[in-house]
Every structure is written in C-alpha cells, then in structure tokens.
C-alpha cells in the first residue's frame, strides 16, 4: 500500500539521520563503526573504548534526546490540528511552551540547579494549561475551540510578560545567556537521565493519541459533525489537550522552546500521506523525530558554537515547508 | 414503533428559550419536512432532536428512551445528520469521509475494517457517487459535497436522518435527484427529517410537515391539511396562494403582483 511504504521509507530516512548524526562531529567515527558498534554493545560487549564511550555517553543520548522532541512536538501538532480543525495551529496553542518558558526562567533566576529548572519548566506548562482551561471553563461556551483558544492567548501573552520582566531583573553575564539559549532552544546539556525521566512521560502521552486515532480524526469534522457521528467531542477533546499537555511540557522541559517543529512537520505529513489521522500520525512522529535528528546534529556541527536549535529548525524548516508546499499544490491542481 | 418523540420540548439556549412545549412523533419510514421562516429556530430544533444541545425543558425520546440518558455512539446509531455541503478544511478523499459514517459501530480504539469500507462503498454506490471514492472532497462541486454527506449518514446505517436544507445550493439536476433520493430512503424503511424552504418539496415528497411559527407555535400533520394558504401567508408574512393543478400537483406562490 502506499502510505505503508511511505512510512517505511520515513522508518529508514529517521535510521539513516540517526546513523548519519552518531558518525559526525569533532571525533569521527564511520557510519559502519557505528553500526558495528551498537550491534556489538548490544550483543554485551561493552568496553571503556573513546569510540563507545562517546558513542553511548555522548551522541547516542543527544539524538535520542533529539527524536523524542522531535516526535514528541509533531504528534502534539498534528493532534492539536485535528482538535481545533486549523491546520495553523501548533502545539503551544495553549500556552504551553510559554509557560514551561516562564517556569525555566525563574528557575534560573533563582539559581535554580538544572534538575529543578526542567521540573519547573514542566510545572509551568501544565498550570498554564490548567489555567487557560479554568478561564475557559468559566465563561460561556467554555468547551468552546476558540474561546479556548483565545484564553490561550491572553495566558500566553501574560506568560511572556513574566518572562521578559524575568530578564530584566537577571544577572546580563551569568543568567541572561543561559535564558537566551534556554528560550531558543538546545539539546546540549541532555543527558541520559534526563532521557530516561522524560522518555515514559512522553510516550505515556503518545499513547492516547494512537489508541484513539480514529476518533481524533474525526473531531477535524468539527464540534457538532463529530457529535452527531457518534464521538464524545467534549471528553475526546479534554484527552488530547491533556496527553498533549503532557508530551509538549516534558519536550520543552528537556530540550527549551522550540517552535516551529510542531507545526511544520504534521504539515509536511499530512502532504505525504493525506489528512487521515491514523496514518498522519505516524508519520508525523517520524518525520519530526528525522528532522530534530538532522536539525541538532547541524547544531552542534556546523559552528564553532552550539547553534540554538529554534534558529535552526526555522532557517532550515522554512525552506523545505515552502519547497514541498509549493510541489505538492502543484500537483493536487 | 414510534422512533421519535418529542414531549413539551422546550428548546433555545439557557436563558434564551427559542420555543416551548412542542409536541410531535417521528414514524418509521416516513418524510418530515420542517418549515418556518429564518431566525425561528430549526437549526435550533435539529441539535436539539441531535442532543448537540440540552432540551431546555420536556424531552426527547429515541426508541422510547430519553435522549438525555444516551450515549453519543448509542445516539449515533439512532439518528444521524447531514450538514449543508460546506468544505471541510481537510482534504479528506471522499471514501474516507464516507467511512467516518461508521464511527458509531466501532469500538473506542477501533479502526474502520474492511466491512465499513465496504459498507461505505455501498451507501456511495446507492447515490450514485461512487466514481468519487479517490477525490479530494474540498474540491468537489457542493452538490456532490452534499451527496457524499447523505452517504455517510445512510454508512452510519442510522434509523433517522435529519437533514439541514439538503436542497439549498444545488442546481435543479441536483435537487430533484436528493428529493427523488429521499423518497426511496423513507420507502426502504429510514425516517428522513428535513428542513426546507420550499413548501411545494413538502406537498411532493412528506408524510408529515411540522411548522414551526414565529413565537414558537407549532403545527404538524399530513401537508395537505396543515399547508392551508393562511397559514401559509401568516408564516411568511406575505399572502400566499395553494394551488393543486390538473395533474393534482400544488403549487405555491406569493400573492405579489409585479
């Protein structure tokens, strides 16, 4: 079938940028090493070697940090899509990533240690989510799309507030960079702990999404189609806020604010194998993971300096979008 | 059995009742027909008949159970909806739009199968649509938008089949061929509701008409008795004239001289 094959081709291009990103960087190791390599570790063979050690300790957690994201941040797209019927809105529609932003920055400008600054990162995203649902809840039509919507906003828009209040009141040579690049986005400091503590949280709010798949896709019909063809919209709805809640404040927890994948990838899945929400989200995982997997990999390679990841999935996300979009129109008319 | 039954329905939003205490019944294998001028609230009627909406007062019952008391999917399987053919924003193929009829028969994780694929290629097939199956359904024509959401609530193999204005937007190929369909889905067993504009599609093709008039007074009965020219001309505030034609068609129009 087609879309299977699309989703084995997109399975191989994410092993391939994987690959690809385990071999490059200051200590080049070759593709097949690294092959090698795994499939040697994982057959027990481990030794304290330059080439496992920054294999294993080094760029194996970076990219699977990377993936996660960017899975991660194109499921809660392309859920959030289908919800709000826009295919314009991303996954901090709801103030999420703002809010995760505002909770990390005051954990820096209290000296927060890094631990604390995710957690509180994490902590931030959920209360504003919390909270643009109370606002909503309490007006008229709370369950409303965009009344929800529009609470995001105003949340949003407090948030970022805070956040810039936050920055005049820090310190311009210890916390002021550390903020900066923390709001564009990095994967530099993951470590495999962080990984393993927001890996289960990620995929615990995947699961939702792909166990109801079909009924997702048909909330894209909108409020009262929906209703009338047989799905709890309002509960449906409560769900896939929740899990996506969930997915987008762990990412920002362990990689900062990046925009941008969230809404172009769904996009760029949807061109390859249709609206159907069944199919779009599988590719929409694998296609976000590839990307972020690609994007940090530039990151960290390209410059003397780490580039921060929300610059890059920008410059280089851009392009592709508006390349693809323009491709595929073509060929729908 | 009596498949709907509303009872002193009361229905309109909290604190803005559209109309109360309407009393009316749906019966197997018939056409309804809903008439009233714009703003009187038959949009308002359809959700609430649909329980997109709470009754405000009284209830209604499906299959003699409260609506109130249902499940969406139980709901789903008893009455089904066809919205004005307006695009959806995703370009959804028009089998697969088809299939979402289906919904209601699957399990909360479930899939369409390959049965409601076949099932949804019927319901295409019985209204002519199926050459559409692969086409994009933003860029159909409305008409055929219209058709393939008729076949999706006959896929959601429902008892009733309310329909919003299913004749509004199309050409007069189109019309007579949704009315003509309407009328050999009530003979095969399915109770249509419809709203409409045109009180000579009601004189041809309802069983059963239902006015519902500005202030929320509302008359049902067979067509002939109830569309008399006054209440005609009452309902839409100009003077109307019934009249039936050798063949025994009526035919309606406005007392207006130009």
Known sequence: MKTGSTLLALTALLLAAIIVAASVGPFRIPPLTVLTTIVARLMGDVDAGPVQTVLFQIRLPRILAAALVGAALAAAGAAYQNVFRNPLVSPDILGVSTGAGLGAILGILFGLPVVAIQLSGFAGGLVTVLLVGAIARSMRGGGDALVLVLSGIVISALAGAGISLAKILADPYDQLPAMTFWLLGSLAGVKAGDLAVAAPVIVLGIIPLVLLRWRIGVLSMGEDEALSLGVDVRRMRLVVIAATTLITASAVAISGVIGWVGLMAPHMARLLVGPRFDRLLPASLLLGAAFMVAVDTIARTAARVEIPLGVLTAVIGGPIFVWLLARYRRRAA | ?258
């Open chain 2, 1 to 258: 059995m009596t498949l709907l039954r509303a009872r002193a329905l009361a229905i309109g939003y909290p604190g803005k009742v559209v109309a109360q205490g309407l009393d009316f019944v749906i019966e197997p294998a018939s056409v309804t027909c809903l008439l009233g001028p714009n703003g009187v609230g038959k949009t308002t009627l359809f959700k609430s008949l649909l329980g997109m909406i709470p009754a405000q007062a009284g209830e209604v019952d499906l299959l003699g159970r409260p609506l109130a008391a249902m499940r969406r999917d139980e709901i789903a399987r008893v009455i089904a909806y066809v919205p004005q053919g307006q695009a959806v924003e995703f370009s959804y193929s028009v089998l697969d739009l088809v299939v979402m009829g289906r919904t209601a028969h699957l399990g909360m994780f479930a899939q369409p199968g390959d049965v409601d694929f076949r099932i949804a290629r019927q319901a295409m097939m019985r209204l002519g649509i199926a050459d559409l199956a692969d086409r994009d359904s933003s860029r159909i024509s409305g008409g055929q938008r219209q058709l393939a959401y008729v076949a999706r609530a006959l896929a959601q193999s429902a008892k009733i089949i309310v329909m919003d204005e299913p004749t509004a937007s199309l050409d007069l190929a189109n019309r007579a061929r949704v009315l003509e369909m309407i009328k050999s889905m009530a003979r095969s067993g399915l109770s249509i509701i419809m709203a409409t504009h045109e009180p000579e599609n009601a004189f041809d093709s309802a069983d059963q008409v239902i006015v519902l008039e500005r202030g929320g007074a509302l008359t049902s009965g067979p067509p002939q008795s109830v569309l008399s020219a006054e209440l005609l001309s009452r309902l839409y505030g100009v003077p109307i004239i019934v009249e039936q034609t050798a063949s025994g068609r009526y035919v309606v129009r406005p007392d207006v001289l130009i």
